[in-house]
């Protein structure tokens, strides 16, 4: 069982910057691609960014492209999502997400691709 724990969400003003963090349990994290999806109210969860395991790859959503970018570490077992000029639409739980690959350098956008789930972390933009 892979846990995953999010941290780095917070409250910013429109325009700002925000990081958000995704610790791993696993110490095969190198075997997982991973994804950042999202919640906003009432809406249903959806796909932000996702990156491969060797972090070759790399896919975003029309919506953050050019704002948000994904990365990982793999020898600290963490993935990033750097979120600049931040919008009030883009408050949400943000979520992280671990995908096992056999074969391939994978990018997935639907949730029931991955495997494991954290808990997600509020993010609040006020303009």
């Known amino acids: 069982q892979v846990q995953l724990v999010e941290s780095g969400g917070g409250s910013v003003q429109a325009g700002g910057s925000l990081r958000l963090s995704c610790v791993a349990s696993e110490r095969t994290f190198s075997r997982f691609a991973m994804g950042w999806f999202r919640q906003g109210p009432g809406k249903e969860r959806e796909f932000v960014a996702a990156?491969?395991?060797?972090?070759?790859?790399?896919d975003y959503a029309d919506s953050v492209k050019g704002r948000f970018t994904i990365s990982r570490d793999n020898a600290k077992r963490t993935v990033y999502l750097q979120m600049n000029t931040l919008k009030p639409e883009d408050t949400a739980v943000y979520y992280c997400?671990?995908?096992?690959?056999?074969?391939?350098?994978?990018?997935?956008?639907?949730?029931?691709?991955?495997?494991?789930w954290g808990q997600g972390t509020q993010v609040t933009v006020s303009s």
């Open positions: 997400a671990a995908d096992h690959v056999v074969a391939g350098n994978l990018t997935p956008r639907k949730l029931y691709e991955y495997d494991y």
């Open positions: 990156i491969s395991w060797s972090s070759s790859r790399t």
